[in-house]
């Protein structure tokens, strides 16, 4: 169960990481979950944001359980 939460937390973390990098540099144009989900149109940087802190809560909840 570790192993999966940490799999996901990576997975949002360049999701959110690649999400800010569009907004605010232009670049990975398509790259991102987040510019292809229609409803966060103008809301692009705070659901990059959003993305970063599930996935370091998802690194706490990993950490915190016992490694089998």
């Known amino acids: 169960m570790?192993?999966?939460l940490e799999v996901f937390g990576v997975l949002l973390l360049i999701q959110g990481v690649a999400?800010?990098?569009?907004e605010?540099?232009?670049?990975?144009d398509g790259w991102g979950i987040?510019?292809?989900i229609g409803f966060?149109?103008?809301y692009e940087i705070y659901a990059g944001v959003t993305l970063i802190?599930?996935?370091f809560a998802?690194?706490?909840a990993a950490g915190s359980r016992?490694?089998?």
């Open 2 to 4: 570790k192993q999966v």
């Open 40 to 42: 966060l149109d103008g």
């Open 66 to 68: 016992k490694g089998r």
């Open 34 to 36: 987040v510019q292809r």
């Open 24 to 28: 605010l540099t232009g670049r990975f």
């Open 19 to 22: 999400a800010l990098v569009h």
């Open 53 to 55: 802190v599930l996935a």
């Open 58 to 60: 998802l690194f706490a």
